[in-house]
């Protein structure tokens, strides 16, 4: 896990699906070491399905990365997914015969707020931010 000094933990991956797992754990980490563990189902299921999508859908040039960057906000948690498609998610209108396209269904009912942000240098940014519960 690479902490930058403002404490947000960044990590580069590849497209490869075990990638996300991986994600999972360094994010479990970074919400215990931060006291939000109240968040962790939440934020652990936004954040696979933002890196799903970035790893499935972002057409980039071969050795392009994923970057994820997680760190705590004066209210709770920001999850960021960067890549360098410019190619925006869309939320799909919800067809329950459908085997996909429920993340951002899913990610808009997890997160308190989501988005997409243009960034730094090609591509874009998919973010959310994620509360804890009263009293959690």
């Given at each position: 896990m690479a902490l930058d000094p403002n404490g947000t933990v960044v990590m580069r991956w590849s497209r490869h699906p075990r990638c996300v797992g991986l994600?999972?754990?360094?994010?479990?980490?970074?919400?215990l070491g931060w006291g939000?563990?109240?968040?962790?189902d939440s934020a652990l299921l936004v954040l696979s399905e933002l890196l799903t999508n970035a790893a499935r859908h972002a057409r980039v040039s071969p050795g392009r990365e994923i970057e994820t960057r997680f760190f705590g906000t004066p209210g709770g948690l920001r999850i960021e997914v960067h890549d360098a498609s410019s190619d925006k998610p869309e939320q799909r209108t919800q067809d329950l015969d459908a085997?996909?396209?429920?993340?951002?269904?899913?990610?808009?009912?997890l997160a308190d707020a989501w988005g997409v942000s243009d960034r730094l240098g090609p591509g874009k940014m998919v973010w959310a931010e994620l509360v804890p519960p009263p009293g959690g």
């Open positions: 994600a999972r754990l360094e994010l479990r980490k970074a919400l939000l563990s109240s968040l962790e085997t996909d396209g429920r993340g951002l269904v899913l990610v808009a009912a």
